[in-house]
């Protein structure tokens, strides 16, 4: 670790070597040893043979296959076991603070393994959030954390949803390429228009050639966008993210988000008649009936 030796910074160093000495899960990095001398400051992982999500999704070498949907799939199911591990079952409970597709390593079988811990954050029981200064990735960082630098679970889910969208699209969280095709920076929200336009087929990484199941884009688009909702207390549980992966209550989840886009979206006709489908709830321009239903 080659930054400057300051207070700052040696107390970051141990609050990662703490925080990750505490997590131990099969989708979390194994710290193996670490080392401080007067000069140099060490830690040791093992090896990812495969290196993280968005080097396979945008800097991958021409030799090297694109990441093919099983696997996408399972590393969307593996990330969100980790970071259930860390947001609630850990004592004291862990915020990672920076989830994205470049935190997410991946092993010689292409296991999903979450890294990176120096946003980490402790949380105890009684706490319901944390309060530190605004540090994070654009187009990752919850809306609730950018304007009041309030921390919680629920901006870990918030990142993840994102890092789903990057799985699906193969795109960059914020990306100022996009607008030389007139697309907005956010991926979110470029998302969320192409949606809107019915065009979910231009949404999925054309360097998978077509070759993905459409049922189960859509149930991770419907995934993401539960989590990425603007409100924390609206979004899942990072436990309940991984049962609605594995064929459990997604059904159920995006019936009760339908009803409530469609509530918000008529109330917002009826008293705002000129604002052309704007919604109060910003996570979402779109009529719930935009997407089909769960199968």
Same mark, same amino acid.
């Given at each position: 670790m080659?930054?400057?030796?300051?207070?700052?910074?040696?107390?970051?160093?141990?609050t990662e070597i703490?925080?990750?000495s505490m997590a131990? @899960? *099969?989708?979390?990095? *194994?710290?193996?040893?670490f080392c401080m001398t007067p000069r140099e400051r060490m830690l040791v992982y093992p090896y990812m043979f495969n290196g993280n999500v968005? /080097? &396979?999704?945008?800097? *991958?070498?021409?030799?090297? =296959?694109?990441?093919?949907? =099983? %696997?996408?799939?399972r590393i969307a199911l593996g990330s969100a076991r980790?970071?259930?591990?860390?947001?609630?079952? &850990?004592?004291?409970?862990?915020?990672?603070?920076?989830?994205?597709?470049?935190?997410?390593?991946?092993?010689?079988?292409?296991?999903?393994?979450?890294?990176?811990?120096?946003?980490?954050?402790?949380?105890?029981?009684?706490?319901? @959030?944390? /309060?530190?200064?605004?540090?994070? $990735? %654009?187009? @990752?960082?919850? =809306?609730?954390?950018?304007?009041?630098?309030? &921390?919680?679970?629920? $901006?870990d889910v918030f990142g993840y949803g994102i890092?789903?969208?990057?799985? %699906?699209?193969?795109?960059?969280?914020?990306?100022?390429?996009r607008l030389a095709n007139d697309d907005d920076v956010m991926l979110l929200n470029w998302v969320k228009g192409l949606l809107k336009e019915k065009k979910l087929e231009a949404l999925v990484d054309a360097n998978l050639q077509g070759n993905y199941v459409e049922d189960e884009v859509?149930?991770?688009i419907q995934i993401a966008l539960l989590c990425t909702q603007n409100s924390p207390t609206e979004r899942p549980k990072m436990s309940e993210v991984v049962k609605m992966l594995e064929g459990d209550a997604l059904a159920e989840r995006w019936l009760d988000w339908q009803k409530e886009e469609m509530f918000r979206w008529e109330f917002n006709h009826t008293y705002n008649p000129n604002t052309d489908g704007i919604i109060c709830? /910003?996570?979402?321009?779109?009529?719930?009936?935009?997407?089909?239903g769960p199968r």
């Open positions: 080659k930054e400057e030796r300051t207070q700052g910074g040696e107390l970051q160093f141990q703490e925080i990750i131990i @899960h *099969r989708n979390l990095l *194994r710290l193996r040893g968005a /080097s &396979c999704l945008r800097e *991958r070498r021409e030799t090297q =296959p694109p990441l093919d949907w =099983p %696997i996408r799939k980790g970071l259930a591990y860390l947001n609630e079952e &850990c004592d004291p409970r862990i915020i990672h603070g920076d989830i994205k597709a470049s935190t997410v390593l991946l092993d010689e079988e292409f296991e999903a393994v979450v890294g990176d811990f120096w946003l980490a954050k402790l949380i105890d029981d009684e706490e319901t @959030h944390v /309060s530190t200064a605004v540090r994070g $990735t %654009i187009g @990752h960082i919850a =809306p609730e954390y950018l304007s009041t630098g309030k &921390c919680s679970e629920k $901006t890092m789903l969208l990057e799985l %699906i699209t193969g795109q960059r969280a914020f990306d100022l390429a859509e149930q991770l709830d /910003s996570s979402s321009d779109l009529r719930p009936d935009e997407l089909s």
